[in-house]
Each structure stands twice: as structure tokens, then as C-alpha cells.
């Protein structure tokens, strides 16, 4: 009889596969035979610490493999904790590339078809970007317990213009001064000029601008230009529209029936019919029939340049080649802040004169009022107690009018005491119809006066002298 041949035993093998990049573990179990040792829970967790895999373990997928004894099959048993990779910073940039060029609507649904926004105005510290900075993203780790890093967001995309300056905190482009936004070469800029190449008309609309201006063309009827806190500087003419500076004005060729008004200095060829306020000096070749306001000193160059016709109230002294003209047209220059204030006075007394009637007629009504409540010894109606309280407080409004109006008449006698020493020099001719006032002295020019000054003379008066 032959002997029957035993086999071995052989244990239970737990096999553990790891991928390329260690991102996941899987493991296999051969059962055991004859009579060779069994799974079990530390069997696996043996060969996976051989295998060195210690991160992301699936001990689900281990237990059941353990408990309903999975042999032969693939079974997951640890997956890595990816990188997540960082997110590329933004910028939102908080205004347009170009203006809209489209009239602005107020709060009531007015459209102004003349302000166009052609100029943006940015004042300093203004937040043109919001910046949103990249991260780092969040480091992983693989099935071996090794760090995977992950890859950083990149910065946004940005160039800083003119004027303008990143955030300490990296989070914000703001502007670093006042000035004009503009597009260019890929970036905001902030500039503290503005030109506009063109007329100002229908097409660009009313020019309002922080800093100075300098215009190409030429101001079209009912059109504005305005510089808030700097100069303005117009290459044609002003025809019917309106110049304002904080600074200075400079019009190259002429204005007529325009407004002019400056902080600084105005320099113009010429200005027919038009209202000018310069707080510096007036620089021209002719005044034609304007209302001025200067200052500084008015001076008129040329030969043929003159003041014709018109009102002139200058501050300083002037500097002119004629005042009038042959047709004789009034013409009216007023010389000095006395004069000034002696007009003021003037006016302060007309004033008074009426506040006083306006008084006397109201008292009447109190009187004639309050004699009623006597007589008829009983309140009045109503209505007729209204219009006493009414009376009342108004005349009592108006005696404290009075009263300012009193104060300052006194303020400016005071001034009046000092004379100023002011001149006019015409180096062509004072014409009739030229009417003078220097301090509280008046003159009207009944003859021709030919290379003259005019000033005050010993006894007050204003006196001429030739030059």
C-alpha cells in the first residue's frame, strides 16, 4: 500500500501594491492551505507597515477584507491626500477703460445733454482695483506619509500707471493724486493735465477738471470749461460760453459774449461784450463794451487797443493806450477798493433808507392792530392775530438789518480814511463820455486827453498830468 505524500503548509499571504506616484495602495489576499495559518486583521496591518503605508488607510475596506475573507481580489486600502494647488490672484478694476461719452441723468431723470463725463475726475486716494492676492494653495500627502507640495496661484496681471500706487496690503490700486483717469499703454493713469484736441461743443460736452486744461480748439455758444483747482489755457476763442480757473486763464485769440472768471491772472487778445472777474492781473490788446472786474493791474498793450465802452472796476492801477472811442460810447472805469467801497456804501444806504419805510408802514399795521384789540376790549380773529405776530417779527428783522447794515457802513468809513494812491496811464487818448472814479472822487471826461495820467491831486480831486 503506498504512503500518501502531505503536503506543506502554507499561511495566508497578504500581497500590498503601490502605484507609480504613491496616490493609492491596494492589497491581495491568498488564502491559506494546508492547514497553513489564517487571515487576520494583524496579518494585514503587518504587510502594510512592511509596504510603508501609513497615510489615508481605508479601514473599512480592511475590516470587511478581514472579516468576509476577500482572497484573490484587488481591494483598496489607502489613497493619498492630493495637493490642492493654489488659486491665481485677480484685479477688478472699478472703472472703465473710456468714458461713456453718454449725457448724464440726475436724481429727478433730468438729462443734461452738455455734460457728457468726457474727463473723469479722481481725487487722491481714490481705489481704482480691488485686488485679489493669489494663495499658496494646501500641501497633500501620499500613501508613504511623504508631503506632497502643491503648485502656488500666480500673481494677477497689472501694470501701475502714472499717479497711481499699489496697497501696502497688496489688495488695492489707488491713486496717489489728483487728476484726470485716463487709459493708456494697458493701464490706469492719473493725470494732472487734460487736453482736448478738439472745439468744445456737442461732441465732448461741458469740460469740468480738477487740474489745468488746455484746449485745442475753440468754446462753442452755451458750452462750459471749468478748472477747479488749476489753469486753464484755450488755443482759439470763446464764443458765447463760460471759462472758470482757480488759476490762471489764457484765451490766445479773443472772447465775445462770454463769462470769464479766475482766482489768477486772465491774458486775452481781445473781449467784446462780455462779463470778465480776474483776482490777478488783466493782461489784453482791446475790452469792447465788457463788464470787468480786475483785481490785480489792467493792462492794455497794443497801439490801437483800448477800454471802449463798458464798466471796468480794477483794483490796482492801469496801464491802457485808449479809454473810449471817437463815437464817444460811455465808458466807465472805476479805480481802487475805495471806490468800491464807496459804491457799496451807497448801496448800504438805499437800503436802509428803504428798511426804514418798510418799518414805519409796518408799524402802522401793529398800532392800528393793537388799538383795535383796545377799543373792542376782546381778542382779535384769528387771521387778524396773524398778521400782527407777522408784522411783529418782520419789522423786528428788519431793525436788526438796520443794524448790520449800520455796522458796516461804519467799517467801511473807516477804510475810506485811508486814500489809495492809484493811477491810470493812457499812453493814446482819453476820449469824452469816459467816466472816472478813484476813491470817493468822480470825474466825467468832457475833452479829448492825450498821453495823460490820471490820478488824485493834492485837494482829492482826480487830476491829469501828462506823461
Sequence with gaps: MDQQVQNPPEDCV?????????????????????????????????????????????????????KKFQFNTDIIVAAWTPPEDGIDGTIRWKFDRESSGTPIEDDQGNVDYKNLGTVRNIYKNTVLAEITLPTDGTPGTD????????????????????????????KRITSTADGALVYKSNTFHIEHEVVIKTNIDFATGNI????????????MEGFNVTSMSGNVLIKGGVYGGTVKAAKNITIKKGANHSKIECEGDFT??????????????????????????????????????GLVGGRYTIMNEVEVENIGSSHYPVTEVTLGNNAVLTNE?????????????????????????????????????????????????????KSRDIQTMNKRIGEIDEILQNKQNLRINCKGTIYPKTKIVINTSRYEVANEWVRCSVFIGEDGEIAFGQL
Design 208 to 219: 469740468e477738471f480738477i487740474g489745468d486744461i488746455v484746449i485745442n480748439g475753440d468754446i
Design 14 to 66: 497578504v500581497t500590498v501594491d503601490i502605484n507609480t506616484n504613491n496616490s493609492v495602495a491596494a492589497m491581495k489576499i491568498t488564502p491559506p492551505k494546508f492547514g497553513g495559518k489564517d487571515l487576520s486583521l494583524e496579518l494585514v496591518r503587518k504587510a502594510l507597515a512592511d509596504a510603508g503605508v501609513t497615510h489615508g488607510l481605508n479601514e473599512d475596506n480592511i475590516t470587511n477584507a478581514v
Design 345 to 397: 456804501k451807497g448801496e448800504l444806504m438805499k437800503a436802509i433808507e428803504k428798511r426804514n419805510q418798510e418799518i414805519h408802514d409796518l408799524t402802522l399795521i401793529i398800532d392800528f392792530l393793537n388799538d383795535k384789540k383796545k377799543r373792542d376790549m376782546k381778542p382779535l380773529p384769528a387771521e387778524k392775530e396773524e398778521i400782527l405776530g407777522n408784522a411783529v417779527r418782520t419789522r423786528l428783522i
Design 143 to 170: 500613501v508613504r506619509g511623504n508631503t506632497l507640495m502643491p503648485k502656488p496661484g500666480k500673481k494677477a496681471s497689472y501694470t501701475v500707471g502714472t499717479n497711481t500706487a499699489v496697497s501696502e496690503d497688496g
Design 268 to 305: 486775452v487778445m481781445f473781449c467784446e461784450y462780455s462779463d470778465i472777474k480776474c483776482e490777478g492781473d488783466l493782461e489784453a490788446t482791446n475790452l469792447i463794451i465788457c463788464n470787468v472786474y480786475c483785481g490785480g493791474k489792467l493792462k492794455i498793450k497794443g497801439k490801437s487797443g
